[in-house]
């Protein structure tokens, strides 16, 4: 039984290493946590580049439209939308705050509930676990229930994605996030089928972790558009 | 706990990594108390950016305290809710937040220069 | 702990076979053939047909090349009409950079890496397929452009509003974007995949200041496109949106400013530059100390000079767009920034000399190669500095000066790095050495070849011949030097096409031979890859690798004696590791990373032809993302320690 002794060598040789770091593991992190920093690591240059995409379109179409350029002013389906925005020198008069408000503070709550749903894994709460779960889900569904609503209003209002250059930027830039956030649905509902099965244990709550991380990120990017595009004119 | 060495890399293979590293950071993690009163400052900080929105302000007076809450809110999720502060304190953890902090100055920085070279937004 | 208590993975082990949560099909065991290649999660293999494939759109690229210096031998020519013209150049710039470095790059980067930090996998093995199906299914999508109606025509930086839909109506860009869309989501996941590897699987021992160079310029590069792929990513999904979806990111009329584009095109395109390069420096800091018998002078500067260029690379990007109209501030920072990113390049260089300089040099083919890209390199680099001085640079922008400069660097540069590379790890990767005579013959004739096609673009880019222009006239004095190019070119062909000869001829030698051992360390090794037998046996290493300095594997063959003189202590054979793996679990393989990566050029063929094509496009895409996610990680491994299918989080292959 040569070969069994040598595995019982490699079992001394591997126990050995998980004491020092977890076998192969150099800084003992997990691959899976490292990996998924790194992918939202990648993902900040990605919104990034759309916010900044977003802020110099619009201000270009803010300075062409004050300037009255009339292909310009013809890519508003609305000439009192037009209007507006020339009186005010800000796209302002599209949005509706109060309702972006509301939606923002639907998602950040929806982060809270995914911390919640991580720490019910951890302590092995799976009841708690499942009502958390299903919760983000819902109310992550409801922050883009509220986006479809919005933009069918603005479109109604007379802001096309083929108009102008603001409407193509502000329905990417946001749509953008609306795909992440509904990504991240699928994923908490794939979770919740998987805690339903019984397969998603306190020794998995690093699986929980992963989308929470991906979730608050899409939550932070929520963070500065809200700023970013709706409150700062 | 069989073949240690031998088991090998796949996916979701750290096995032992991720058991030591749950019971690392399991004391680390804030407590669900804690998570509530993050919860809170940020819903109070969104309602003081809309208010502020409202106040009918211009210019710095305006954009200056938004993005100052904005970036807080920012720290703050990062921070606690993804665990940032308290993955410092387990070994390496470090560097998820080196990897977050070099995306996110790196963004900043590169597409400030790009504003700064479109004279219109500045 | 050392006792067993149950069986470990039974090599037939049916009983050990898991459910499949979804009634499809099981992970392939034992799989042979084409249907190994096609289903491997096996890192060596991977970093071979990425190779393959790289050599396979290199045919392309070159013909495409050759097409061009044709057409530009004699002047007025009408070998190609401009609008051919114009196709063939823009797909030689794309196919080379995307298609043809960056994965001999991947190549270089999957095949080696892991062996050089004693891991026996990367750290996502199914991912690492993944990226190169992505990689290779995005390459054939964007070449089938050819034949559905002309390759893209905008240059292989595609400047907007060019691109837009008014300009250039045909589906050529479409390709070029989707293609290279796909193409990058490959990229980034092999970025996260090796960063992972590189910062969580090394050997016991290694630190990072005792990683070998190779794997440092691979961190630094797979950061460079982990940042910078998104970048690109989002240029090309406003292009996207313009073309498919009628939006107006680049639609001057409606008071957009083409400048976006150029920005978010270069502050991609510069990183590319240096995560083009970077692999090639890595690859020839390995084959020179081992070749002139010195470890590698300054280290710790060569690490940071390859990590400072990491960061400056990002400071750059403007020096591409001087007569843009940027403003003197703009053009004045982005000068100097230029200027210093020289500073670590040189570094390097002095380095690699500082390294041969007193050595007891073999010049076989690698060292030729390695010597190759320190002269060229340093060519291709001056005339990089004197773009840095803008004056000059307003000059010579889309001019053949050039040309000249980003193929001395490019070509002079990565690709002779890459030819060292090949012929310094062939043994280790295939089991035989390629022919040195032959080799030498490869060397020379790429040499002078590549010498004659571009060091005449120097004098025609300075004579004011622009780039890209079809044609010229006899009066303009540019026909001597352009016909000196096209003659080099053939030669530079017929040098670059002898690697593959040289593959094939030595092969057979070998097979005649009867298949001869090489040995673990044909070449008198420094790093531990050569600690094991070649060709490399499927688990890399029998045991983990305990790894105590720089240069491991050179310091457990040789030691000081008595009088501070090295004395080899200890042969390679006596030292290196059996090869016996027994019990060594690897992972299995999978279809679902080809099937992945499959389900992306449906959904790209649907956007450029018609969107109905895009629903089986998401359905496969779903429905593999599914099936990855709740495949058992390991077959092998289930009944050991947690539940079924207990592996894998839900959204790992997003």
């Known amino acids: 039984m040569t070969d069994l002794a040598e595995h019982v060598s490699e079992e001394a040789h591997g126990d050995h290493h998980d004491d020092d770091h977890g076998h192969h593991s150099s800084l003992g992190l997990s691959n899976m946590k490292l990996a998924m920093w790194l992918f939202l690591g990648s993902e900040c240059l990605l919104f990034g580049a759309l916010i900044s995409s977003y802020l110099i379109l619009k201000t270009r179409f803010l300075t062409e439209l004050l300037a009255g350029n009339p292909d310009v002013i013809a890519g508003i389906d609305n000439p009192e939308l037009v209007q507006e925005f020339i009186a005010e020198g800000s796209v302002e008069p599209l949005w509706d705050i109060p309702f972006t408000s509301l939606s923002s503070f639907i998602l950040l709550m929806s982060s809270l509930c995914m911390v919640l749903a991580h720490k019910a894994t951890e302590e092995g709460d799976y009841k708690n676990q499942r009502i958390w779960l299903a919760t983000t889900a819902i109310l992550g569904s409801t922050f883009i229930g509220g986006q479809i609503y919005e933009f069918t209003t603005f479109f109604a209002e007379g802001l096309t994605f083929d108009g102008s250059i603001f409407g193509s930027a502000f329905y990417t830039l946001t749509g953008f996030h609306g795909v992440h956030v509904t990504g991240g649905i699928i994923m908490l509902v794939s979770l919740l089928f998987l805690s339903l099965r019984g397969k998603l244990q306190a020794d998995r709550s690093e699986t929980v972790e992963l989308v929470g991380l991906y979730w608050h990120f899409v939550d932070v990017v929520w963070v500065l558009i809200f700023t970013i595009v709706y409150l700062i004119p | ?122 | 702990m050392a006792i067993i208590e149950e069986p470990l993975a039974l090599p037939s082990g049916d009983e050990a076979l898991a459910s499949n949560p979804l009634g499809v099909f099981s992970r392939p065991r034992n799989a042979t053939g084409l249907k190994d290649w096609l289903t491997t999660v096996d890192h060596k293999k991977i970093g071979i047909m990425y190779g393959m494939a790289a050599m396979f759109f290199l045919l392309i690229g070159g013909a495409a090349a050759l097409a061009i210096r044709v057409q530009l031998a004699t002047p007025n020519s009408n070998f190609l009409s401009a609008d051919q013209y114009n196709r063939i150049f823009t797909m030689h710039g794309t196919v080379m950079v995307f298609l043809v470095v960056m994965p001999i790059g991947a190549a270089f980067a999957n095949f080696l890496m892991p062996l050089q930090v004693g891991a026996r996998d990367v750290a996502f093995p199914r991912i690492n397929a993944f990226s190169f199906w992505v990689f290779f299914f995005g390459g054939v999508m964007l070449n089938t452009s050819w034949f559905l109606g002309g390759g893209a025509n905008g240059g292989w930086f595609n400047y907007a509003p060019n691109n837009g839909i008014t300009y250039s109506p045909s589906t050529g860009i479409d390709f070029w974007n989707v293609g290279l869309l796909i193409a990058g989501i490959g990229s980034l996941t092999g970025a996260i995949n090796l960063i992972t590897t590189v910062i969580n699987m090394r050997a016991p021992g290694m630190s990072l200041m005792k990683m070998p160079v190779f794997v440092w310029m691979t961190l630094v590069t797979q950061f460079l496109l982990l940042f910078a792929i998104p970048v690109l990513t989002v240029a090309q999904i406003l292009l996207l949106m313009d073309r498919v979806f009628d939006a107006n990111f680049f639609n001057v009329a409606q008071g957009s400013d083409p400048l976006l584009w150029q920005h978010l095109f270069w502050i991609f395109g510069h990183p590319e530059v240096y995560l083009m390069i970077l692999p090639a420096f890595g690859i020839i800091s390995e084959v020179i100390p081992t070749f002139a018998r010195k470890p590698i002078f300054g280290y710790p500067f060569m690490v940071f000079s390859g990590i400072a260029i990491g960061f400056m690379g990002w400071g750059v990007w403007a020096h591409h767009m001087f007569v843009s109209g940027l403003g003197p501030l703009s053009v004045t920072a982005f000068s100097v920034a230029t200027m210093f990113i020289a500073v670590p390049t040189g570094v390097k260089i002095l380095n690699w000399i500082a390294t041969m300089w007193g050595g007891k040099l073999t010049l076989n083919t690698a060292m030729l190669f390695s010597i190759g890209l320190v002269t060229q390199f340093t060519i291709g680099g001056l005339s990089g500095v004197s773009h840095a001085i803008a004056p000059s640079d307003t000059q010579q922008t889309d001019t053949y000066y050039i040309v000249a400069h980003f193929h001395y660097v490019l070509f002079g540069g990565a690709l002779f790095g890459f030819m060292a590379g090949f012929y310094f790890w062939w043994p280790k990767a295939f089991g035989y050495k390629m022919g040195e005579k032959m080799g030498l013959w490869n060397f020379w004739l790429m040499v002078v070849g590549f010498n004659l096609t571009f060091g005449p673009m120097h004098i025609l880019g300075l004579q004011g011949m622009p780039r890209r222009m079809q044609t010229y006239d006899e009066a303009m004095g540019f026909a001597f030097w352009n016909l000196v190019a096209t003659i080099g070119s053939f030669i530079l062909a017929v040098g670059t096409m002898l690697v593959l000869v040289n593959a094939y001829a030595s092969h057979r030698k070998w097979k005649a031979a009867g298949r001869p051992d090489v040995g673990p360390d044909p070449w008198d090794g420094r790093t531990i890859e050569w600690s094991i037998q070649s060709p490399s046996p499927e688990h890399n290493f029998d045991v983990d690798p305990q790894v105590s300095s720089l240069d491991d594997w050179w310091h457990r063959k040789y030691a000081e004696d008595e009088h501070g003189h090295l004395r080899r202590v200890a042969t390679a054979e006596e030292l290196a590791q059996p090869g016996n793996g027994e019990g060594v679990h690897l992972p299995a393989p999978s279809y679902w990373p080809i099937l992945l990566a499959f389900s992306l050029p449906i959904i790209g063929y649907g956007l450029i032809f018609t969107l109905w094509l895009c629903i089986p496009g998401a359905f496969l895409l779903v429905a593999s993302m599914y099936g990855w996610s709740l495949e058992p990680a390991d077959d092998l491994d289930i009944p050991h320690d947690h539940g079924h299918d207990d592996h894998q989080p839900v959204g790992a292959g997003v």
């Open chain 2, 1 to 122: 706990m069989t073949d240690a060495t031998i088991e090998h890399a796949e996916d979701m293979h750290d096995d032992h990594g991720h058991n030591d590293h749950a019971h690392d950071d399991h004391g680390a993690h804030p407590t669900e108390k804690q998570y509530w009163v993050v919860f809170v400052i940020l819903a109070i900080l969104t309602a003081v950016e809309v208010a502020w929105s409202y106040l009918g302000l211009h210019g710095a007076a305006l954009v200056v305290p938004l993005i100052v809450m904005m970036v807080v809110k920012f720290f703050l999720v990062a921070g606690v809710f993804m665990h940032l502060y308290f993955d410092t304190k387990i070994l390496h953890g470090r560097v998820f937040w080196w990897t977050f902090a070099a995306a996110t100055t790196l963004a900043l920085l590169v597409y400030f220069i790009v504003f700064a070279s479109f004279d219109q937004v500045f």
